[in-house]
């Protein structure tokens, strides 16, 4: 019913920005939270940030606090995460996904929360 696709990733070097995109169609999303996670080979796939329908409320993990930004635009049914001063720990597959719990002003932060998911895009740092 509803298909995500990132864009936004590629290669920069430590210290640098990148601006990642999520854009959602099949249907609207009125009243779901929508995050962002990163995955590496052999771990965890880790919560990097969330953001409510309303967007009035959002939460990030400790680790990226004061570096990324996370935004959305309901009327293009899009998510956005402003990626600042870049470490080579953010090097991973970074991935949408959007929450059906209907709650407008509700975010999501466990990955069993989520409904569905994009593909990823890379982000790599280097050092």
């Known amino acids: 019913q509803v298909q995500l696709v990132e864009s936004g990733g590629g290669l920069v070097q430590a210290g640098g920005s990148l601006r990642l995109s999520c854009a959602a169609s099949?249907?609207?999303?009125?009243?779901?939270?929508m995050g962002w996670f990163r995955q590496t080979p052999g771990k965890e796939r880790e919560f990097v940030a969330a953001?409510?329908?309303?967007?009035?409320?959002?939460a990030y993990t400790d680790s990226v606090k004061g570096r990324f930004t996370i935004s959305r635009d309901n009327a293009k049914n899009s998510v956005y995460l402003q990626m600042n001063s870049l470490k080579p720990e953010d090097t991973a597959v970074y991935y949408c996904?959007?929450?059906?719990?209907?709650?407008?002003?509700?975010?999501?932060?466990?990955?069993?929360?989520?409904?569905?998911w994009g593909q990823g895009t890379q982000v790599t740092v280097s050092s």
């Open positions: 996904a959007v929450d059906f719990s209907f709650n407008p002003d509700y975010v999501p932060k466990q990955l069993y929360e989520y409904d569905y």
């Open positions: 099949g249907r609207t999303l009125s009243n779901c939270g």
């Open positions: 953001i409510s329908w309303s967007g009035a409320n959002t």
